[in-house]
C-alpha cells in the first residue's frame, strides 16, 4: 500500500492527526452518521437544530401535505391565517392521515372521524366522544417558520434552539435565489463531497473557473472552527478559496460560476434527508447586483430555467445503468453540474460502503468534517452536552479572482438596513420540482418505499 492511501476512515483520522488537521480519535465508526430515523444517533442529532422542510411557495393557503423528513412521517399545512404549521402525519384515533382533512383556522381536521388538532398537536374537538376526551388526547407539534422563501422546522424534543438569521441574504440590492433539488443517496455522500475539492477538476471540467489542480493535498486544508470546519485550499501561486462547512449539515461557499454578470455564485445550503437512501439539498444563492443587472440575471435564468426538460435524476439513472454517456449529454436540456454530481454520489452506492474506502491526504476535508460528526454523536451516546456551534462575522467564503476580476469576499454589499431587501426568487426547473414534492410527500422513488405508503 502507497505511503499516501489510508485503507478505511479510521486510519485517515490517525494520518491526519499525524499532519496536525484533526485532535484525537473517536470511538463511533462513521457508518452511525448515515442513519437518521427519530430513534438513531444521527437522527437525533439533526434534530437538535432547525431545518429546512418545504419551499413558501410550494404551500397554499388553507392547503395540507403530507411530509416525510428523516424516515418519519408529518403534517405540513397552511392556516386560514397564513400560518405554517407542522403536527404529525397521521391521526392520533384510527391512523388515518391527516393531510387528506382540511383546515380549519389555524387546526386541521381528520377527513375520517373529525377529530380536529392545533398547530401545538392538541387535540381540540372529537365530535361523536363525550368533551372530555379531546383533552387527553394529542398529537405532535412542531415548530415551523418561514424565512427567506423556505419553511423551517424544529423536530427535536424540548424547547427549540435560537432561530440562526443569515443577515447576509436579506439586505442588499440584488437577488436572493431559492432552489433545492432531490438527490438518490443517501446525505452524508453530499456531504462528503462538498468537503472534497480535489472532485472538482474531474467531475466539473468543462466550467473554466474548476482549475484542474484544485484540492490537491500539499495545498489543501482542514480545521475546527466555531462553526465547524473552515476548508481551504492554496494554489501555487499563493491564491485561495475558504469554503465554510456549518455543523451539522451547512455549507456557505462561492460556488463555480453559471452567469457572466455574477462570477463567484455566493451560496448557502443544507442537506436534508427524506429517509436513508434520499435527500434534498436546499439553498440559497444571494447574487449582488445593481436592480438593471439583476433583471437581466433573473431573465437569463428564467431562459435556462424553461429549457430544462429532462430531470437529472432520471437522466443520470441511464448512466448509471450504462444506456447513456455523459459525455453525450444535451447540456441544454438538463441541470449539468446536477447531473455530473449525481453520477459521482450516486455512483458510490444509495449508502456508500465506507468501509472499503482508501483516503489520502487530500481528504483532509471529508476527515475532519467526519470526526466532528462521529465526537458529537458521542457525546450524545454518553448524555453529554453537545457543542454549541455559531457562525460569526469571521465565518464568509472567499475565491480567487476570475480572468478581469477581484477576488469575490462573501457578504459583498451587505448594509445594516432593513429597508434594503433583496428579491427573493425561485430557480427550481418544473420538472425538478415534480420529483422533489413527489418524494418529499412520501411517494417513493428509486430509492425505496415513501413512508406514507
Known amino acids: 500500500m502507497q505511503a499516501d492511501t489510508v485503507s478505511n476512515t479510521a486510519s485517515a483520522e490517525a494520518r491526519a492527526d499525524r499532519d496536525g488537521s484533526t485532535g484525537s480519535l473517536v470511538r463511533l465508526p462513521v457508518e452511525h452518521c448515515l442513519k437518521t430515523g427519530p430513534d438513531t444517533l444521527a437522527g437525533r442529532y439533526l434534530r437538535s437544530v432547525w431545518l429546512p422542510v418545504y419551499h413558501s411557495i410550494d404551500l397554499a393557503a388553507g392547503r395540507a401535505v403530507p411530509l416525510c423528513i428523516m424516515s418519519q412521517e408529518f403534517t405540513l399545512y397552511r392556516s386560514q391565517t397564513g400560518k405554517a404549521c407542522l403536527v404529525d402525519g397521521r391521526c392520533a384515533h384510527r391512523g388515518t392521515q391527516l393531510s387528506s382533512g382540511w383546515i380549519e383556522g389555524d387546526a386541521i381536521r ?54 440562526p438569521l443569515y443577515p447576509e441574504f436579506e439586505n442588499f440590492s440584488g437577488l436572493v435565489e431559492i432552489d433545492s433539488y432531490l438527490r438518490e443517496c443517501n446525505y452524508f455522500n453530499n ?21 484542474s489542480g484544485i484540492g490537491g ?28 462547512f456549518g455543523m451539522p449539515n451547512m455549507f456557505y461557499f462561492n460556488a463555480l460560476p453559471t452567469d457572466p454578470e455574477i462570477g463567484w455564485q455566493e ?51 441511464e448512466i448509471l445503468s450504462g444506456n447513456v454517456s455523459l459525455r453525450g449529454v444535451d447540456a441544454d436540456r438538463v441541470d449539468l453540474v446536477r447531473l455530473q454530481d449525481d453520477v459521482a454520489q450516486v455512483g458510490q452506492g444509495r449508502v456508500a460502503p465506507r468501509a472499503k474506502e482508501r483516503l489520502g491526504r487530500g481528504d483532509v476535508g471529508v476527515v475532519m468534517m467526519r470526526r466532528l460528526w462521529t465526537r458529537e454523536l458521542e457525546k450524545l451516546r454518553q448524555g453529554q452536552p453537545l457543542h454549541r456551534w455559531k457562525r460569526d462575522a469571521t465565518i ?51 430509492g425505496g418505499p415513501g413512508a406514507f405508503q
Open 191 to 211: 456531504l462528503d463531497n462538498a468537503m472534497d475539492m480535489g472532485h472538482v477538476g474531474f467531475v466539473h471540467n468543462d466550467n473554466p473557473a474548476s482549475f
Open 217 to 244: 493535498s500539499e495545498g489543501v486544508s482542514a480545521v475546527e472552527s466555531i462553526w465547524g470546519v473552515n476548508y481551504s485550499y492554496t494554489r501555487p501561486d499563493g491564491k485561495r478559496r475558504v469554503h465554510h
Open 267 to 317: 451560496s448557502l445550503i443544507w442537506w436534508v434527508p427524506i429517509d436513508d437512501t434520499r435527500h434534498l439539498q436546499f439553498m440559497l444563492h444571494r447574487i449582488p447586483a445593481s436592480p438593471a443587472a439583476a433583471e437581466r440575471i433573473h431573465q437569463r435564468r428564467e431562459q435556462w430555467r424553461a429549457g430544462i426538460e429532462i430531470p437529472h435524476q432520471t437522466l443520470c439513472e
Open 396 to 446: 464568509v467564503p472567499y475565491a480567487w479572482g476570475l480572468e478581469g476580476e477581484n477576488a469575490r469576499t462573501g457578504g459583498e454589499g451587505f448594509v445594516a438596513d432593513a429597508s434594503m431587501a433583496a428579491r427573493i426568487v425561485d430557480v427550481r426547473p418544473a420538472v425538478e420540482i415534480e420529483l422533489e414534492l413527489r418524494a418529499l410527500h412520501g411517494r417513493g422513488g428509486p
Open 110 to 163: 381528520c377527513m375520517y372521524h373529525g377529530w380536529k388538532f392545533g398547530p401545538d398537536g392538541r387535540c381540540l374537538e372529537q365530535p361523536v366522544e363525550k368533551p372530555d376526551f379531546s383533552a387527553k388526547v394529542a398529537i405532535g407539534g412542531y415548530p415551523a417558520r418561514e424565512y427567506l422563501g423556505l419553511i423551517f422546522a424544529y423536530l427535536g424534543e424540548g424547547e427549540p434552539p435560537e432561530f
